[in-house]
């Protein structure tokens, strides 16, 4: 849906944003598809009007995160030392993307090279207003 000044707005009212992932090349939408389907979750959030995804891949290596972050554009990274587990005090990242717009467009790319991105339905998003 558009608003009459031009700007997108979803089925709710709330005016929608951009994606902020970057377009990628096959061989890096492979990649993180890859990462995501060996690392990863995805994840549907429940209790919302709408449905609503997350996708998290958590590693011990910084440069993977950082990598995963450099290449979809958006995102964010924290870092916690679980005390208890088994790794002791080495660090644990955990790169997460939640935002819709970003998700659908990350399924859309990597979703050949996962299993676990193609369990989220593009059709049922593109009824509640969302599209590319």
Do not use: F
């Not at 944003?17 to 939408?29: C, D, L, Q, Y």
């Not at 990350?106 to 989220?120: D, N």
Request: aromatic residues 6%.
């Amino acid at each position: 849906m558009i608003r009459p000044d031009g700007t997108p707005m979803t089925r709710y009212g709330a005016q929608r944003r951009p994606s902020r992932i970057n377009t990628m090349t096959g061989i890096e939408a492979a990649w993180v598809g890859a990462i995501i389907e060996g690392e990863g979750s995805v994840m549907e959030k429940h209790g919302s009007l709408r449905p609503r995804w997350r996708v998290m891949v958590a590693n011990t290596d910084p440069e993977i995160m950082s990598a995963l972050l450099r290449l979809t554009g958006s995102g964010s990274i924290c870092c916690t030392v679980d005390r208890k587990g088994t790794l002791g005090t080495k660090p644990v990242y955990r790169w997460e993307l939640a935002a819709v717009e970003d998700v659908l467009h990350l399924v859309r790319q990597c979703s050949p090279y996962s299993m676990k991105l193609q369990r989220v339905p593009v059709e049922l998003w593109r009824g509640n207003g969302y599209t590319d």
